[in-house]
């Protein structure tokens, strides 16, 4: 294993750490107004003007679809900048250091994962009519798949149908933690739900693709976390009522959802992790720095034992993460989501339980101001925290990491398939 970036990767590091420094972090407190400003005036989800400024400067710099790999690329026509997960993913951990940023790069779930969906298993009048404005950026778009009324951990108990009438599909359903479908901009649902439940447990599944604006959709309510609904984004609640698609919106055919959810995942669990660790690196600065300004006991924070120790076990924590998600991406790129499983569901565990601790020591070293609006840790918490969810929970991971440990000695779990969870 060699994980030294290549001179493509280094290159686009430093142009995109570039930009971060010259347009995203100071212009932290004029998203925070602007956001602020839309909900006095009562139009909370709409998109905030800086990131749409933003926009316009990212792409002419070449560092929009920056996630869109080969294969999506050649699939899909247009061309990303043509990454590995290796060489994506230490982007992925700058975009990371502040939440909003990876829209500015197109580079934001449920997006990401929707349009390499498209690209590989939609048709081509699918791909005209949905992946390009994606890759655009002029739409947003959304993967509907969690369910209220049963344990989605297990995406084979959902409920949702998708049922054949003629030339069309009706779709019945009621979701939520639906990522994106408050936005006004978001435009299609990315549906996964049952077309046979009498056939074989993973292949009762299939995914089909909604406009947004089809009759029977009805979003009943966005969704907060710890009080805050991520507006202009967020996550809703919703319904599919009698809601008609014509046959050829579904992907690859009937009973493959599994098929096309594994596909999906494995570069989306990539992302998040690193991002996330964008997210601890930028709370571990942010506490080293508070640390040595605040004093207590007649001596900075920073000298106190318990603050050290926290400092030191972060940056041990943030490091092994990375070296994990790294080890997982290599091994997709060589061998395939299949092969890398193992490592797939561990970072998954790792980088979110991660990220909560180590944002979590860093709110300490802040005091009262750390679970405050004065800085990012307390959503950047939130986040964090709703990931131990989001492409499945902890539980889930740990069974199938155990199962395939439990293989190597016996027939035990040999055969146990990769977690098919919630995906954002």
């Known amino acids: 294993m060699d994980f030294e970036y290549s001179a493509k990767t280094r290159e686009l590091q430093a142009r995109l750490q570039k930009f971060m420094d010259d347009h995203v972090y100071p212009n932290e407190g004029t998203y925070k107004k ?13 998109p905030i003007p800086i990131i749409e400024e933003l926009k316009l400067k990212a792409r002419p710099a070449g560092l929009w679809n920056l996630f869109l790999p080969v294969d999506s690329a050649r699939h899909s026509g247009y061309e990303g900048a043509g990454l590995t997960n290796q060489e994506y993913a230490p982007l992925a951990e700058i975009m990371g250091r502040v939440p909003w940023s990876s829209e500015v790069f197109n580079c934001s779930a449920p997006d990401t994962g929707n349009m390499e969906t498209l690209a590989r298993y939609g048709s081509e009048e699918i791909k005209a009519k949905w992946l390009k404005p994606l890759l655009e950026g002029e739409i947003r778009s959304a993967f509907a798949m969690t369910e209220p009324e049963v344990a989605s951990s297990d995406a ?9 009438d003629g030339d069309h599909y009706v779709v019945n359903g009621h979701k939520w933690w639906i990522s994106g479908a408050p936005d006004p901009r978001c435009k ?20 089909i693709v ?36 014509p046959a050829g919106n579904i992907l690859l055919g009937e009973g493959r959802g599994f098929e096309i959810a594994q596909g999906r995942l494995g570069p989306g669990r990539i992302h998040h992790c690193m991002r996330l660790i964008g997210l601890a690196e930028r709370a571990l600065e942010l506490m080293c720095k508070r640390s040595l300004e605040r004093v207590a006991f007649g001596k900075p924070v920073a000298q106190q ?18 070296l994990l998600t790294l080890k997982a991406a290599w091994m997709m790129d060589i061998a395939g989501n299949k ?14 339980n991660m990220a909560c601790q180590v944002i979590d020591w860093a709110i300490q070293a802040h005091g ?4 405050s609006g004065a800085f990012p840790l307390a959503q950047a918490y939130a986040h964090a925290r709703t990931l131990r969810f989001a492409d499945g929970p902890d539980e889930v991971h740990r ?25 954002a």
């Open 368 to 371: 009262g101001g750390g679970v």
């Open 156 to 164: 084979t108990n959902i409920q949702t149908r998708i049922e054949r």
């Open 34 to 46: 602007q956001l602020q400003a839309n909900t006095e005036a009562g139009k909370r989800w709409s």
């Open 399 to 423: 069974n199938a990491i155990a199962k395939w440990e439990l293989g190597k000695y016996g027939s035990f779990g040999k055969s146990a398939p990769a977690p098919v969870t919630r995906g």
């Open 305 to 322: 034992t318990v603050t050290q120790e926290r400092i030191a076990e972060a940056r041990c924590k943030i490091d092994m993460a990375r």
């Open 210 to 245: 909604i406009p947004a604006d089809a009759p029977g959709i009805r979003i009943v309510r966005p969704l907060d976390v710890f009080g805050y609904d991520d507006a202009p984004h967020g996550h809703a609640e919703m319904y599919f009522e009698n809601v008609r698609v």
């Open 188 to 207: 299609v649902y990315i549906t996964m739900g049952k077309t046979d439940p009498d056939a074989p447990r993973h292949s009762q599944q299939s995914m």
């Open 339 to 352: 092969v890398a499983r193992t490592e797939i569901a561990m970072i998954k565990v790792v980088a979110p």
